[in-house]
C-alpha cells in the first residue's frame, strides 16, 4: 500500500492530522545532499505547529508513531519523501531545543523593561505605539525603544500599522503583553524585581556544588518557581500558541531553563544528562525539597525529561531532546547569559541611552568557546587531513580570535 492511503486509513489522533499533511507534502534534496520541505510546508509547519519544548517532544513522539507505520509502505518516492520530511522537521524541533531559549530570556528581560515603564499596557489595550511620541510623550530614548521595537516585531509580538506599532493576534492570545503588565503591577512588596535582578546561573552554580546560599539569595531561587513571579506548573497544551510566535508561558520557561542548564553545566553535571538515564538523583539532597520540584516542573514542561511513572514521581528520565539541550546548548546559552549586567539595565538604557553601560566580555569569550569547540575541532581535523592527503606542510598557524582561541588550544 503506498504511503498516504496507509497512514491516512491508520487509526491516528486528531491532532496527527495537520503534520501528517505536512509529511506527505513533497520535498526536495539540497545541492550538498540534505533533505529540505518546500516553502509552503515549511510555512505551513511554522506557523501552526507548536514545536517548543514540551509540545516538540509531543510532535516528535507522533511523528515516531508515524514513521513506525509507514516503514510497511510500499516503496516508491512518496514514501522517501515522507522519511526525508520527517527528518527535515525532527532537525528542526531538534535545534529549536538549543536555539530558542537565549532568544525567550533576551525577550523576557525585553518585556520586563517595557512593563516598568508602561509600554506594555499601551500594548495590552490594544493601543499603537508611535514612535514620534517616544521622547517628548513618554521621556525615554528613541535609538533604544526602536532597537527593542524592532526585535519584538522580528519576533511576531508586534506589527506596525498606520504608522505605529501594535501587539499582533498571537502575542495578545499568548498574553505576552498582558501578563507582565498585571505582573510587575501587583509587586507591590519589590520582591518579584528584586528577584530577576540577581544573576541566577551563578546562583544555581554554587548551590548545584554543594554551597550554601545566603537566605535572599535562596528565596531569589524559590520565587522563580511561583505563579507571581509567572511560572505556571500546570498547563493546557490547548492555550500554547498555535506555531512559532511565543507566548508569555513559553517566554517565561526559556528565561528559567537557560541559567538551570548553565548551573548544570559548571557544576560538571551535564556530562552524566543522557538520553534514557535519570535526571540527576541527587538534585533533592543538593538543593532541598521545594527547588528540586521545581527544577524537575520545569525540565518536565520544557520536554527535558518525563516523569517516571512510579506514584512518587520523585525521578524523572532524560529525554533525546533533554540530551541535546544539556550537551549542545551551554554554548549558545552562556553566550546570552553574560550580558545580564546589560539586560537588567534596560530600563535605564531606554530611558537615557546606552553611552554609560558596559559589559564585562569575559564570559561571553568563554562561552562561545564552549559553543564553538566542535566546529574548530571540525576545521584541524580537516587540515590535518588535507595534510596528510597532500603531502602540505605548514610552520606557521594563525587563528583570528578574540579571546582565547580554540582552534590554536585544541592543537597546541
Aim: hydrophobic share 40%; charged share 20%.
Amino acid at each position: 500500500m503506498k504511503i498516504p492511503d496507509l497512514l491516512w486509513e491508520a487509526s491516528l489522533q486528531k491532532d496527527a492530522d495537520e503534520i501528517l499533511g505536512i509529511l506527505l507534502a513533497p520535498t526536495g534534496i539540497s545541492s550538498a545532499g540534505f533533505p529540505y520541505l518546500e516553502q509552503k510546508s515549511y510555512e505551513k509547519f511554522r506557523d501552526t505547529q507548536p514545536h517548543l519544548f514540551i509540545s516538540g517532544l509531543h510532535l516528535l513522539k507522533t511523528i515516531d508513531n508515524l514513521c513506525n507505520i509507514g516503514k510497511d509502505a510500499s516503496a516508491g518516492p512518496e514514501r522517501d519523501s515522507f522519511f526525508q520530511a520527517a527528518d527535515v522537521i525532527r532537525r528542526v524541533i531538534m535545534t529549536a531545543a538549543i536555539t530558542a531559549p537565549s532568544d525567550l530570556w533576551l525577550l523576557h528581560h525585553v518585556l520586563r523593561a517595557f512593563s516598568v515603564l508602561g509600554l506594555s499596557e499601551i500594548f495590552a489595550g490594544g493601543e499603537g505605539l508611535d514612535m514620534d511620541d517616544i521622547e517628548n510623550k513618554y521621556n525615554l530614548d528613541p535609538g533604544s525603544v526602536i532597537i527593542d521595537i524592532q526585535l519584538l516585531c522580528s519576533r511576531g509580538l508586534l506589527m506596525r500599522k498606520d504608522g505605529c506599532f501594535f501587539a499582533t493576534e498571537q502575542a495578545m492570545h499568548g498574553k505576552v503583553f498582558i501578563t507582565p503588565s498585571i505582573q510587575f503591577t501587583a509587586d507591590s512588596t519589590g520582591a518579584i524585581t528584586e528577584t530577576m535582578q540577581y544573576r541566577h546561573a551563578e546562583l544555581w552554580q554554587r548551590i548545584f556544588s554543594g554551597e550554601t546560599l545566603a537566605d535572599n539569595q535562596r528565596t531569589a531561587l524559590s520565587l522563580l518557581f511561583t505563579e507571581e513571579s509567572g511560572f505556571l506548573r500546570k498547563t493546557n497544551l490547548n492555550e500554547r500558541t498555535s506555531g512559532w510566535v511565543p507566548s508569555w508561558l513559553t517566554i517565561e520557561l526559556g528565561y528559567r531553563l537557560l541559567p538551570v542548564v548553565l548551573g548544570l553545566r559548571a557544576s560538571g553535571i551535564t556530562e552524566n544528562l543522557q538520553a534514557g538515564k535519570v535526571f540527576w538523583p541527587d538534585c533533592e539532597n543538593a538543593v532541598g525539597s521545594y527547588l528540586s520540584q521545581g527544577i524537575r516542573e520545569l525540565m518536565v514542561q520544557c520536554g527535558a525529561v518525563v516523569l517516571d511513572t512510579s506514584a512518587s514521581n520523585i525521578f524523572c528520565t532524560v529525554t533525546l531532546m533533554g540530551e541535546r539541550m544539556f550537551q549542545r546548548g551551554p554554548g549558545p546559552f552562556g553566550i546570552i547569559e553574560a550580558y545580564h549586567a546589560y539586560v537588567i539595565q534596560l530600563p535605564n538604557i531606554l530611558t537615557g541611552g546606552r553611552k554609560f553601560v558596559h559589559v564585562n566580555r569575559g564570559s561571553n569569550l568563554v562561552a562561545s568557546q564552549i559553543a564553538n569547540k566542535v566546529s574548530f575541532r571540525r576545521v584541524n581535523d580537516a587540515l590535518d587531513q588535507f595534510c596528510h592527503d597532500t603531502g602540505f606542510d605548514f610552520n606557521v598557524f594563525i587563528e583570528h580570535a578574540l579571546g582565547y582561541g580554540e582552534a590554536t588550544r585544541q592543537r597546541y
